[in-house]
């Protein structure tokens, strides 16, 4: 049985904020779901570093979305179910591809602007789709310039209110299990703080950072996860990461994501020799992403691995990728003559908070959108640059949905229920404070456990250990108010979740690869892995609108 907080806590220590809507997260899905909602209510946005900082700044590659001529959300469809391995639930993926467009339409609308080329919007090709769809800014930097726009349009708001340097400890609740808003830390002022709401939105994203190497930034700590779940909501699909297959490979440099618009653009995929192992492989450079990860991967068992930027030509490489051109001759290398030394890296997060296509989760008044959800549309491996189209659509229709069942009365700091008997009562700063583990060293070990066995292959010995001692772990007393120290008990919690997921999955599909099950077993496992919070145990449900 998993903790219902992160920590002890007592009504009367709780500054006590509200709103009609409290937005947990500030990437693509929280500010374009908190720009529509401000529209009729009023929004606080929290997050917590500052209001730009998260996976969404960082995406290169785009925006896939089916607007050419010789395109179609048909065609999109097929694509993403195709990379989606058989886990995709069709029912969510039509409404994707199918609202996509219109939901790009508006982005635009708000501000954000995509390259164009002679005036048309410039389209680019990504791994395993059939057609150019990936929209892009500034070269590489869509993810950029999207947040960019969204923070101005959210600023310019008077209905929206933005709380930076705000951590999420836990979800609150009302006497009947309802979510009534949010236990939250404020890093500035070391005060807890009490949003309540009459709906709470968890757009928290990732958690690439439960890795030892990861394209993520370092707020993906998988927080959303992690509260939802003590709260008693459903996880779906945990075992499901993916690895992307290009990030820098230099010692002490982070694994910065090199795009795979640099493999869509005609760069190839080289061994020490300087041979193309990806050759004889269907789709080459551009197979689903788990397939080029786990080609290169293995690869590099046998020497190093380069992305070969030159056959790209260097003016295109100028014009298309000012951002990684730059970040990789600052780190000595010019990818305009040296093939680029890269290696896999824990990137995107498939499953997440279970919600339908509405994005309701399993808890009443509790929404969820973005990475840190999962309503089936990215099955056991997403298709590249559907991540960003996946926190518009699914946004918006959090707002449509909400529209309807919003309650007319604020809720009041009187219905929380906080359990004075489940907690044991600390109840000053000072006592809070006190550092009883290691944090860093714990965060250090998370990560090489979860690499180490967790990662792109892995086998019953290395995922049984990895999940017995993230859950024995899991039960020790986080007396702490410190964010680092909290995000690491977070991260411990969702590690031992995605653990022991892939350890009851005994096939391999997607991004999950089991070498002593290699493989896919459509008929006992063709099913969506949940979990809540009875101990990590793993139930299974079928993938709605198969065939
Ligand atoms: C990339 O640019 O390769 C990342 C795009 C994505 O993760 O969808």
């Known amino acids: 049985m998993l903790k219902r907080y992160l920590f002890a806590w007592s009504k009367s220590e709780v500054k006590v904020f509200d709103s009609d809507i409290l937005v947990l997260g500030s990437g693509i899905a929280g500010l374009y779901t908190a720009i529509k909602v401000s529209e009729h209510f009023q929004v606080t946005v929290l997050t917590k570093k500052t209001i730009e900082k998260s996976n969404t ?22 694509d993403t179910l195709r990379a989606g391995a058989g886990l995709c639930d069709p029912l969510t993926v039509r409404i994707l591809v199918e609202e996509g467009p219109s939901c790009v339409e508006e982005l635009m609308g708000m501000g954000a602007q995509f390259d164009r080329l002679d005036g048309e919007l410039a389209l680019t090709r990504e791994a395993a789709h059939s057609q150019r769809r990936i929209l892009h800014a500034l070269g590489d930097a869509t993810g950029w310039e999207v947040e960019r726009a969204l923070v101005a349009k959210a600023k310019e708001s008077s209905n929206v209110t933005v709380g930076e340097g705000r951590f999420v400890v836990d979800l609150l609740e009302d006497h009947k299990g309802d979510i009534i808003g ?54 779906m ?34 061994n020490s020799a300087g041979l193309r192992f990806m050759e004889n492989v269907p789709g080459k450079e551009l197979a ?10 293995q690869e590099m068992n046998q020497g190093s691995v380069y992305l070969d930027f030159r056959p790209i030509g260097q ?40 919600t339908n296509s509405y994005g309701e989760t399993s ?26 189209l996946d926190g518009l659509v699914f946004g918006a229709r959090i707002v449509e949905k909400m529209g309807d069942k919003i309650e ?39 990560q090489d456990l979860m ?21 024995a772990w899991e039960q020790d007393d986080f007396s702490t108010c410190c964010v680092d120290d909290l995000e690491t008990a977070n991260m411990l919690m969702v590690g031992a979740v995605i653990a022991k997921a892939a350890f009851e999955r005994k096939e391999s599909r997607g991004a999950h690869f089991r070498s002593d099950y290699p493989l896919r077993l459509d008929e006992l496992w063709q099913k969506h892995s949940r979990q809540h919070k009875e101990g990590y145990h793993v139930c299974y449900v079928p993938v709605s609108g198969a065939d």
């Open 182 to 235: 949010a236990l939250v830390l404020n890093e500035t002022t070391g005060e807890l703080e009490g949003h309540l709401a009459k709906a709470v939105v968890l757009a928290t994203g990732g958690l690439g950072q439960v890795y030892r190497y990861t394209t993520n930034p370092s707020v993906a700590t998988g927080d959303g996860m992690a509260v939802a779940l003590r709260a008693g909501a459903d996880l």
């Open 288 to 297: 689903p992403r788990d397939i080029v990860a786990r080609a290169i991967w």
């Open 451 to 471: 690499w180490d066995n967790v990662g792109i292959l892995r086998n019953e010995a290395g995922l049984r250990k990895t999940a017995e001692l993230l859950m």
């Open 315 to 354: 003016k295109r490489i100028l014009e298309r990728f000012p951002t990684i051109y730059q970040t990789c001759l600052n780190y000595g290398i010019d990818v305009l003559s040296t093939p680029l030394p890269v290696a896999p890296a824990a990137h995107y997060m498939m499953g997440g908070i279970a």
């Open 57 to 78: 700044e960082h995406a290169q590659g785009g925006i896939a979305v089916a607007i050419d001529e010789a395109d179609s959300p048909t065609l999109h469809f097929e």
């Open 363 to 388: 808890l009443p008044n509790l929404y969820a959108a973005g990475e840190c959800a999962c309503n089936g549309v990215h099955g056991a491996n997403r298709l590249a640059s559907n991540s960003l």
């Open 237 to 270: 699909d945990m075992e499901f990461v993916q690895f992307h297959p290009t990030a820098l490979l230099i010692p002490k440099a982070p694994r910065f994501l090199i795009s795979e618009a640099v493999r869509g653009e005609g760069a190839y995929l080289i």
């Open 408 to 446: 007319a009365k604020r809720p009041s700091w009187d219905e929380v229920h906080c359990p004075e008997g489940n907690l044991k009562h600390i109840g000053t700063e000072m006592k809070r404070s006190v550092r009883r583990f290691d944090g860093q060293g714990l965060r250090k070990r998370i």
